[in-house]
């Protein structure tokens, strides 16, 4: 079946632009969450949305990052005032119900760059 | 909080060798254990996991045994071909710290013929 999708597959902005990335999860998945991958911190997880329950945001870094998840579906991702710090590999992951032990399956990613 | 410490690369190997990365943990909770794998212009897959102690996760000729009294998963495989050039991830996820996954700092394995 269709795995994660992540669009668009690259990003070019300008430092203080708003950006949005989105992220369809494989369906029937109840969990999705995002991870950036970037060369001086590696993978960090950012949020977590499982089913109808209140997200963890505890991994976003700052309030310019936000994110939601409509329908239990599709999630966007948005940053707001671009930073070149922001510059990334942004992953999207879902899992059939959050559980610890389900394996998360990841999309592409969407590769930022901030210039 | 919760932590993933893996051997850094590059690890170079010729094609046949054997191949080990270390892969040590810290959690609060009692974690399942992850290998991803990242092949070049892909993106990260699983490997192998495993969800409890002893337990033994093997996939493609690789394999991992959670050991809880050492804090330890590492990965193993045989024989190695030049296909299984990649970047590894050590990873963890518990339910104590939200059930996200918390990666190590990943570990490039470069296969020549």
């Known amino acids: 079946g269709a795995g994660v999708s992540q669009s668009p597959s690259n990003k070019v902005t300008e430092k203080g632009k708003d950006v949005e990335l989105r992220c369809d999860p494989i369906?029937?998945?109840?969990?999705l969450y995002w991870y950036r991958q970037s060369l001086g911190q590696g993978l960090e997880f950012l949020i977590y949305f499982q089913g109808n329950s209140a997200p963890d945001k505890s991994g976003l870094p700052s309030d310019r990052f936000s994110a939601e998840r409509t329908g239990g579906s599709v999630s966007t991702l948005t940053i707001q005032r671009t930073q070149q710090e922001d510059s990334a590999v942004y992953l999207c992951a879902s899992s059939l119900a959050g559980a610890p032990t389900d394996t998360q399956y990841f999309g592409p990613g969407t590769r930022l760059t901030v210039l | 909080g919760d932590s993933v410490t893996q051997m850094e690369g590059p690890v170079t190997l010729s094609e046949e060798a054997f191949l080990t990365i270390n892969c040590t943990y810290t959690a609060t909770g009692y974690p399942s254990l992850f290998w991803y794998v990242q092949y070049p212009g892909e993106g990260l897959q699983l490997l192998l996991k495993a969800t409890k102690a002893d337990d033994k996760g093997s996939n493609k000729g690789f394999e991992a045994t959670y050991r809880k009294e050492t804090t330890s998963f590492h990965l193993e495989k045989g024989s190695v071909q030049v296909s299984d050039s990649a970047v590894y991830f050590c990873a963890l996820s518990d339910r104590a710290a939200g059930n996200k996954l918390t990666f190590g700092g990943g570990t490039r394995v470069l296969v020549k013929p």
């Open positions: 369906s029937g998945h109840t969990a």
